[in-house]
């Protein structure tokens, strides 16, 4: 058994952020990744950080901007923190190396970025995410931080008490994937989860193959509720052979979008008539599929980006990535002709319900970063806004994990009096699958247990799951499971959604649980047993597929990423709240907790969202 | 790049691995095809997808658990060609279609993870940049050479992370600006163009399992170590004391001179970084400094 104060599981920039806080706090930290940090999804972000810096830009300016791209389902508090620290936290990444893009004057430049109204956007070429990556792992490497590379986790260790209030998380189980050996870590002060978005849970993405919500399920599980899982963004630039991202940098710098016709159909057909292509990304997303829909699209499936006339030299200086990705991987030359574009699933706004510290519902376990919902991205996520989250939140987290005091948070999480109940009728008992419960539950029994106790009992559990899996020589195979419900989100969960549709990758998510109660493990193997992984990464992707759709369901209103065919208005009279799922004994207990509009120094009021 | 480095082109390297062709079936993929043959239903239906174009594809297999993998062996794959098809999609279709043991690390799918870095017809590549349709078949796909398979075509990366961590790649200069005092250093464009390409890395490994020199000597820090030191060394945000002190660490027996110039790293560079070229514009820094001091 491996022991720390703080354990933070994922290596992307929230997890690196988190555990150098954490460690500058005095904690004894440790970083569990199944990736070797450098290889984080985090690592192919683009577009660039938003932090007010300059003159005539200022942080409430940054909070107003996020606040309407949100369509108002952001929480004040959190969206305020987040605009207030991104321009210290962006100064410190400087000041620690990273090789921003520069000004004649040597100042870090910025650009404008979709929905914004200030140009905010301070980037390191089109390759932000890389920079920002590597420039924080350098310093967790300067501080000798201890990190666990290609250790999967498994599960969390967690007590059961009935109210997931009252819980307490002891740690985690970690598999070796090196040598396929399953060993517990022992958390003194709390887990930070930081394991990234659940793009897998989708056919056509930007993200990642290690992108499948593993923090999202183990938290999901351990008794956090999953919060605004509904609103799931798809990013308007996407290549349509790979789903590679083009960054909205591309349109930051002037790029222009054209349907079959040459048509600049943003301001054609008023899908945006102030400002085209840099309306936010819900709306531009839209505007594509609608032009493909109508008739207007190339190939039945893409629209045109053109950067041509940005100009050799600012391609090269500002957008060089982006060459290099058209060419690799659609083979086309960006200086001499448009590149093919379709929305891509790119982010999940909603994620591990967890407020301003970070911290969730179960008392020692905290989520930075894509994988929580803090709640700063509401409805529709801004571009340039998540990197600024991972290092805002995840310092909180790492910090408030370590035991540092951050003042009494204003958001509010778990079932608590301020929650209303939902009684939406399901066409699918979509948890009870009877999973063997062994396997399903990450919490365990009894207030008094001992952590080391609670500790090696989970991992001889997680021991003889990985048995049960692979003694078995037939039955189904993780990959099939995978593709399905994979193709089952896309088709209906997708950018346009219909009651009908959602329903029916509800039942397709609840055949996929049925499936993979017979799945198997076909490579014999403990060397490195990828098979074995992806088995456990599928589970948690029906869990997070699960409670995605199931939050298109009930929430009958279109308002940011999430638009329903039946309800096209935004329904502010019902719907100023937010969707939480918790898991309940493996059935999905679906509740509301009203949206904080109240800032520090004002109300944000919501208003139609034009662009 | 330039023509010069394709002219320094190096002598072709050896595969660590026996380098007999032989093709055999993985138990899997066997036990699989008894499987179809004894089913008629959506199994046909595979069957007559896989009847178009096909992808002839040759894999390295070696596992020391299990007996039938433990001598190292090639095995063969015929994938259904689609275009825009790279090497990473390849070996995912065999793996989610044929046999699932096989294995790889691969996570970005677009040049940055740097986890998919292959030895692909004898050239060291990223499997999801390489387009199947620019080479020969079969396609022989291997583990990087220089460096211990722990399975299938996963590597230890151990040695190539040490060797990272041994240059300090870290900025060095005051940790943390004062929050009261919002202000970023000053960096030139032209500085920052200067260490731009450097900056690029992604940590694939795949410089360090071409160059002769790092096969031969184990302590050689090596080209992306030597790269990731010349990132910091050049960027002027850094003081003089602690370029100097990282020109010491570079400039030791086993660091820049042990470079040979034969700009293996440079030409297998997935990012295009000039390798070869910052070794040895880091010699020339050292004896710069060297000649001050004398």
Redesign the interface.
């Known amino acids: 058994m491996y022991e720390h104060d703080v354990i933070v599981v994922g290596a992307g920039g929230a997890g690196l952020r988190a555990a150098i806080a954490a460690n500058e706090a005095g904690a004894d930290t440790a970083i569990v990744s199944k990736l070797h940090p450098v290889r984080s999804h985090t690592g192919a972000a683009e577009g660039g950080i938003n932090a007010a810096l300059q003159e005539g830009d200022d942080w409430e300016l940054h909070a107003y901007d996020t606040m309407k791209g949100s369509d108002y389902l952001g929480d004040a508090p959190a969206v305020e923190t987040l605009a207030k620290n991104a321009p210290e936290e962006t100064m410190n990444l400087e000041h620690w190396g990273m090789p921003f893009s520069r000004e004649e004057d040597g100042r870090v430049s910025q650009r404008p970025f979709g929905g914004l109204s200030y140009p905010r956007t301070t980037y390191a070429g089109a390759e932000t995410g890389h920079h920002l990556l590597h420039t924080m792992y350098e310093q967790v490497v300067k501080r000798g931080i201890q990190v666990y590379d290609e250790w999967y986790v498994m599960n969390l260790v967690t007590t059961d008490e009935d109210d997931p209030t009252d819980r307490e998380c002891h740690g985690v189980v970690g598999y070796d994937v090196q040598s396929g050996t399953i060993e517990g870590f022992k958390a003194n002060n709390g887990v930070v989860l930081a394991t990234g978005g659940p793009g897998q849970a989708f056919d056509h993405t930007t993200n990642a193959v290690s992108c499948t919500g593993d923090g999202h399920a183990m938290a999901y599980r351990a008794g956090a509720p999953l919060e605004d899982m509904e609103f799931i963004q798809f990013h308007p630039t996407s290549l349509p052979s790979t789903g590679v991202l083009i960054s909205e940098g591309v349109r930051g710098e002037g790029g222009i979008l054209y349907n079959s016709e040459g048509e600049r159909f943003m301001f054609e057909y008023g899908y945006a008539n102030n400002s085209g292509e840099l309306a936010s990304r819900d709306v531009v997303a839209r505007a594509e599929l609608t032009e493909v829909d109508e008739g207007r699209g190339i190939e039945d499936e893409y629209v045109h980006l053109d950067m041509r006339h940005l100009g050799e030299d600012r391609i090269m200086d500002r957008l060089e990535n982006i060459l290099h990705l058209a060419e690799d991987f659609e083979g086309v030359d960006g200086l001499v002709e448009p590149m093919p574009v379709k929305p891509g699933q790119h982010y999940a706004m909603g994620g591990i319900e967890v407020d301003e510290n970070g911290q969730t519902c179960v008392s020692g376990l905290y989520a930075a970063g894509e994988c929580a919902c803090v709640s700063v991205h509401g409805g529709n996520r801004l571009g340039g806004n998540a990197l600024p989250e991972l290092i805002v939140f995840g310092k909180r987290a790492g910090r408030h994990a370590a035991g540092e005091d951050l003042g009494a948070p204003e958001i509010r999480t778990g079932y608590g009096d301020d929650v209303e109940d939902d009684d939406t009728e399901l066409p699918v008992q979509p948890g009870s699958a009877g999973l063997d419960t062994a396997s399903g539950v990450a919490a365990d029994g009894g207030v008094a247990a001992e952590a080391e106790g609670m500790l090696e009992r989970a991992v001889e559990r997680e021991r003889e799951r990985v048995d049960r899996l692979m003694d078995r020589d037939s039955g189904i195979q993780h990959s099939e499971i995978r593709s399905k419900l994979q193709q089952a989100m896309t088709d209906y969960v997708n950018v346009f959604r219909t009651e009908e549709g959602v329903k029916k990758a509800l039942r397709i998510i609840r055949e996929c649980r049925e499936e993979y109660q017979n799945v198997y493990v076909d490579d014999p193997s403990r060397t490195f047993n990828t098979d074995l992984q992806q088995t456990y990464e599928t589970r948690n992707l029906i869990d997070v597929a699960e409670t995605i759709a199931l939050g298109a369901l009930v929430r009958d209103e279109f308002r940011g990423a999430h638009w329903r065919k039946e309800h096209q208005e935004r329904k502010d009279d019902e719907w100023l709240k937010h969707t939480l799922i918790s898991w309940n004994e493996g059935d999905p207990d679906i509740f509301y907790r009203p949206v904080i509009l109240e800032g520090e120094n004002k109300t944000y009021e919501p208003k139609e969202r034009s662009y | 790049m330039s023509t010069q480095q394709q002219q320094q082109e190096p002598e072709s390297q050896e595969s660590p691995q026996d380098p007999e062709m032989k093709g055999t079936e993985s138990p899997?993929q066997e036990?699989l095809r008894e499987k179809q043959e004894g089913m008629v239903d959506d199994h046909a239906e595979k069957e007559a997808e896989a009847e178009g174009e096909t992808v002839h594809i040759k894999v390295f297999r070696y596992?020391?658990?299990?007996a039938a993998k433990q001598e190292p062996r090639f095995d063969d794959f015929h994938v259904p060609f689609e275009?825009?098809m790279t090497v990473l999609d390849a070996v995912m279709y065999a793996?989610?279609?044929f046999?699932?043991?096989l294995?790889?690390?691969?996570?970005?799918?677009?040049?940055?993870?740097?986890?998919d870095a292959f030895f692909v017809n004898g050239k060291q590549r990223l499997g999801c940049?390489t387009?199947i349709s620019d080479l020969e078949q079969p396609v022989r796909i291997e583990p990087l050479p220089h460096q211990e398979v722990?399975?299938?075509l996963?590597v230890d990366?151990d040695h190539f992370?040490d060797q990272m961590?041994a240059v300090e790649?870290?900025?060095q200069?005051?940790?943390?600006?004062d929050?009261a005092d919002?202000?970023?250093?000053?960096?030139?464009?032209e500085n920052?163009e200067k260490?731009?390409m450097s900056?690029?890395c992604?940590?694939c490994g795949a410089c360090m399992s071409s160059c002769n020199i790092a096969a031969g000597d184990n302590k050689y820090l090596g080209p992306a170590a030597i790269n990731k030191a010349y990132?910091?060394a050049m960027?002027d945000?850094?003081s003089e004391a602690i370029k100097e002190h990282r020109l010491r660490i570079l400039e030791q027996e086993h660091g820049v001179w042990r470079c040979q110039t034969q700009f293996s790293c440079t030409e297998v560079c997935p990012k295009d970084i000039p390798l070869t070229e910052h070794i040895q514009e880091l010699k020339r820094e050292a004896v710069k400094k060297n000649l001050k001091f004398w």
């Open positions: 899997q036990r596992d020391p658990e299990v275009k825009g793996r989610d279609e046999d699932s043991s294995t790889f690390r691969h996570s970005c799918r677009q040049a940055v993870c740097g986890s940049k387009q722990v399975k299938d996963v990366m992370y961590h790649p870290y900025f200069d005051e940790d943390t600006p929050p919002l202000e970023e250093q000053r960096q030139s464009p920052r260490i731009k900056s690029r992604i940590w990132k910091f960027d945000r850094e």
